[in-house]
T-cell receptor, first 113, second 112 residues
Framework: NAGVTQTPKFQVLKTGQSMTLQCAQDMNHNSMYWYRQDPGMGLRLIYYSASEGTTDKGEVPNGYNVSRLNKREFSLRLESAAPSQTSVYFC????????????FGPGTRLLVL | GNSVTQMEGPVTLSEEAFLTINCTYTATGYPSLFWYVQYPGEGLQLLLK?????DKGSNKGFEATYRKETTSFHLEKGSVQVSDSAVYFCALTYTNAGKSTFGDGTTLTVKP
């Protein structure tokens, strides 16, 4: 049981390049989330998907897009990367409903030059 | 809106010392409260949770009690170990709402 997996683990981009961060979960969870973690700022929610086929903006959605491809997969796309998007990105999932515990992936470390 | 305020770190303790990390929250209604732990280079993982007032969550020697009257959920451990060195996050979530609000995290370093 792999839980939540993320790819890649580490990426270096130049300003203006695009990339997609991949996330998959094998726990049959309904809800999935993308966060970014920056020093001294805790976790900030970028986008979330309460169920397959739905997505909603979180606290810091600008510069990002998401796709809930199916129940297992939730991808995050940076169309034109900026240095301000240098961060560690975490994907998480939860069963939803009464089960609020979130399960996190190992993270993707992104450096934008 | 909802918010979670954690004790500022970093916190440095000697092995076997008593640990308290303060967490207070601002929210309407009755959220569930969580402590997550993040070890170096890893994602967050659930440490303990409490879903209603006066509930006590516990795991691995850590405890926290949901205090609605003081809107607090302080994390405690009687005797810390070097392996407890990590970043600890307090969070709240409303049932059926999915989204969580996280504190900024408190870095704990335990020295032998």
């Amino acid at each position: 049981n792999a839980g939540v997996t993320q790819t890649p683990k580490f990426q270096v981009l130049k300003t203006g390049q695009s990339m997609t961060l991949q996330c998959a979960q094998d726990m049959n969870h309904n809800s999935m989330y993308w966060y970014r973690q920056d020093p001294g700022m805790g976790l900030r929610l970028i986008y979330y998907s309460a169920s397959e086929g739905t997505t909603d903006k979180g606290e810091v959605p600008n510069g990002y897009n998401v796709s809930r491809l199916n129940k297992r997969e939730f991808s995050l796309r940076l169309e034109s990367a900026a240095p301000s998007q240098t961060s560690v990105y975490f994907c998480a999932s939860s069963a939803g409903g009464q089960q609020e515990t979130q399960y996190f992936g190992p993270g993707t470390r992104l450096l934008v030059l | 809106g909802n918010s979670v305020t954690q004790m500022e770190g970093p916190v440095t303790l000697s092995e076997e010392a008593f640990l308290t990390i303060n967490c207070t929250y601002t929210a309407t209604g009755y959220p569930s409260l969580f402590w997550y732990v993040q070890y170096p280079g890893e994602g967050l993982q659930l440490l303990l949770k409490a879903t209603k007032a006066d509930d006590k969550g516990s795991n691995k020697g850590f405890e926290a009690t949901y205090r609605k009257e003081t809107t607090s959920f302080h994390l405690e451990k009687g005797s810390v170990q070097v392996s407890d060195s990590a970043v600890y996050f307090c969070a709240l979530t409303y049932t059926n709402a999915g989204k969580s609000t996280f504190g900024d995290g408190t870095t704990l370093t335990v020295k032998p």
